[in-house]
C-alpha cells in the first residue's frame, strides 16, 4: 500500500508474492543477486518509469533463484541487456568504428560496439570475440525480454562475453 504525502510517497503496508527462497540458501547465488540489485539501484533514479528495467531484474532473479544455469553468465546477460535498456545499445549491425558492414571479428570499447579486421588493428580497446559471442550480443539485446535466457552457448563463448560485459559496464557506468 503506497500514498503520497505532501513530497514524497511512503509504503504504508506490503505482502510478498516472490521470496524467491533458494537465493538465502546459497551463497553464490546470494552474491549475484547482490551483485545485479546493486547495479539496478546504481543505475535507476526515484519517479522515472523503469518498468523495462524492473522486469529484466525479477527475471533474472527468477533465473538465479530457480534454476542452475551458470550464474557468471546470467550475470553478464543481465549487463549487456541492461545497458541496452539505459540507452548504451551496442553497434552490432555494422562496424562500430568505419560504420561499413563488413565482416565483424571483435568488440571495440571505444567504439561501443563490433569491429571489423581493419579498424580493429588500431583500436588498443578492441577485444577479439568469436562469432558465437558477437551472435549472443547480437541475441541479448534483440531479444524478446521473456527469452532472454533461452539460449546457451560454449564455455570459451561465456567466458568471452563474461569479460565483454564486465569491461563494457564499468566504462559506461564509470565504475
Ligand atoms: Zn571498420
Redesign the pocket.
Known sequence: MIYKGSNTYSINSCETIEVFYNIRTDIEKLNAASEMTKLTYDVTTENQNSYKILQLYLNTLYIISETDKDLEFVISIFKMRLMMLIGYKPIVEK?S??K?P?KLVSFSMKHSGL??E??KLSDTSSIDISPTTLDAIKYIIGCDAKKLYSFDISKESKKELEIIAKLYTKEKLEI
Open positions: 562496424c568504428c568505419c561499413q563488413k569491429e571489423c581493419e579498424c
